[in-house]
């Protein structure tokens, strides 16, 4: 089977379609729109829990997370509510490993809600855990959050702070106060982190500085800095800032986006987990805020240019153009499902 369904997330105002349904045909490189889902405001992040056929979704403006029901054929939602994160620009989520939280990260101050889940229909449940870090809470900007790959901690990224922190989770609840993995330059406001496929390393990129920097991961959970490297052109002077990160299933490549600067950085990843840079290209469009990798394909969602581009990834990590653009409203999300 070449078509591949997309959920997308769009910023559209209150009243907007922002969850959308995107078939992705890789054998022709084309995408079509199947569906438009109402009820779905300013979708800036998407979750999908496959047991329960649930999808979880940001209302990023009106501080909201909600969740609704996908029909086996994908074609409708069923509204199961939405719930107050209690802070401004909740623009992550993120299931836990096991399928029963839900953490949701704040960009208006540094916490990090998670919200219990009706084990039945996937649905929100009120009064989450409220996670914080150990400095003034108004002058974080909480951006990712993900568990580890061990689910034995819940790590979150304080673009505010300058920090990479983890609260321990054991049996289902957080134990003990916040506690620093890894603090980054000041001012460099690091974004998103992924980890590695074999655990052992984690890879941070800032907004702010337009770094990526390498990490080893030790066993109390702390970060280590390998090497850290720019992820734009050593002569360019203009204002850019980074977006996304995404390392391929072989564990030998990670990308990332730059806004402004309007391209994709791609570095290799060294069996020690170093990275070194392979290549920055164009990304086709304005503001690629976010990126997915589908096969032998990455797709990129440029929020200003209000398009997808499409290009192909060869053998060796390096990204070509298709020439496939795709235009979409304000598309700033992609999740296969």
């Not at 400095?135 to 300058?162: F, I, M, N």
């Not at 950085?265 to 990275?275: E, L, N």
């Amino acid at each position: 089977m070449t078509k591949i369904s997309l959920l997308s997330g769009s910023y559209t105002g209150p009243n907007g379609e922002g969850l959308k349904l995107i078939s992705f045909d890789t054998a022709t490189a084309t995408f079509a729109l199947e569906q438009s889902f109402p009820g779905t405001p300013d979708v800036s992040w998407i979750a999908f829990a496959p047991n329960t056929r649930t999808v979880y979704v940001t209302n990023e403006m009106a501080e909201q997370v909600g969740a609704f029901t996908l029909s086996a054929d994908a074609r409708s939602v069923t509204p199961l509510g939405y719930q107050p994160t209690g802070a401004k620009y909740p623009c992550y989520i993120r299931l836990s490993p096991k399928g029963t939280k839900l953490a949701t990260a704040n960009y208006g101050d540094d916490s990090v809600q998670v919200f219990s889940l009706d084990a039945t229909t996937g649905a929100l449940k009120p009064d989450p855990t409220v996670l914080r870090s150990a400095h003034a809470h108004d002058k974080g900007h909480a951006h990712w959050t993900q568990w580890s790959p061990e689910a034995d901690r819940l790590y979150t990224v304080d673009l505010g702070h300058d920090e990479v922190r983890f609260y321990r989770y054991e049996a289902g609840s957080f134990v003990g106060g916040p506690e620093t993995a890894y603090a980054a330059p000041k001012g460099a406001g690091p974004r998103h982190l992924a980890f590695h496929p074999n655990g052992k390393f984690a890879y941070l990129f800032t907004e702010y500085a337009e770094t990526l920097t390498a990490l080893a991961r030790e066993a109390d959970g702390k970060l280590t800095e390998l090497n850290t490297l720019s992820a734009l052109p050593a002569d360019f002077d203009g204002k850019s800032t980074g977006a996304h990160i995404q390392i391929n299933p072989a564990g030998d490549t990670v990308y990332v986006s730059n806004r402004g600067h309007n391209s994709i950085t791609v570095f290799a990843i060294a069996p020690d987990g170093r990275i070194s840079l392979k290549q920055n290209i164009a990304c086709g469009g304005n503001w690629p805020r976010f990126f997915l990798l589908v096969g032998h394909h990455l797709i990129v969602a440029n929020q200003e240019s209000e398009d997808l581009v499409l290009f192909d990834v060869a053998t060796d990590g390096t990204l070509k153009p298709t020439g496939t653009v795709f235009k979409l409203q304000k598309p700033v999300a992609l999740l296969a499902i």
